[in-house]
């Protein structure tokens, strides 16, 4: 259930009920494994609290590690598909605003990934956002952000700024790195 003061947000049922499908290659183990690997390190006998939860993609496995993993989500719609991946209620999750919800507890380390910093449009919102995650850590906690950043050379011209001339037929093609 959305009200009328939630922020925007694309992820509604019609986006939720496709989402494991669309990024199964950002699920795959050879993409996911590293993250996971980082996260469980990073929390080592504490907790994680994932921003942005979505359908588990990365709260899961990071559950199946050990690691105690809470998860704050926006829509309704991705935290039903998070709980019909989740039948043992692995993963704790609250709906809400993960520039000013609040969850129990302190946590090792926070994360938010998949470039969804960039679903908040705002720098007060962005700022409000980490200053959420870092409220919820304990001293000496971590707080992790991916985001994709892209080349220089495959932005639009802009004053100042020129792309490659030397592969003027790749640019538009080149793989974002994560
Ligand atoms: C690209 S998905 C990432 C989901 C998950 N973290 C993953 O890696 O698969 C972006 C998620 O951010 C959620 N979201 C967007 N804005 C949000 C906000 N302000 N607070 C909490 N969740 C938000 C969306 O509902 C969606 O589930």
Redo the contacts with the bound molecule.
């Keep these: 259930m959305t009200s009328p003061t939630d ?1 925007p ?1 694309h ?1 509604d049922e019609d986006v939720a009920a496709t989402y494991d499908a669309d ?1 199964a290659a950002m699920s795959a183990p050879e993409v996911l494994g590293p993250t996971v690997d980082l996260l469980a390190e990073l929390a080592g006998d504490g907790a994680a609290l ?6 588990g ?2 709260a899961l496995p990071l559950a199946a590690r050990g690691v105690p993993v809470h998860g ?4 309704a719609a ?1 935290v039903a598909r998070l709980r019909a991946n989740d039948p043992g209620r692995t993963v704790q999750v609250t709906v809400g ?3 000013s919800t609040r969850v129990p507890g302190t946590f090792r380390v926070a994360y938010l ?4 910093v960039a ?2 449009t705002t720098q007060e919102g962005q700022v409000a956002c980490f200053r959420n995650a870092a409220a919820h850590l304990e001293p000496g906690g971590c707080f992790v952000v991916e985001n994709g950043v892209p080349q220089l050379q495959r932005l639009p011209s802009a004053s100042g700024t020129s792309r490659s001339r030397s592969r003027p037929s790749t640019w538009a093609s080149t793989s974002t790195t994560w």
């Design positions: 922020p947000n992820f990024v994932e921003l942005a939860v979505g359908t993609r990365v704050i989500e926006l829509s991705m605003d993960m520039t990934v998949f470039n969804t679903n908040v």
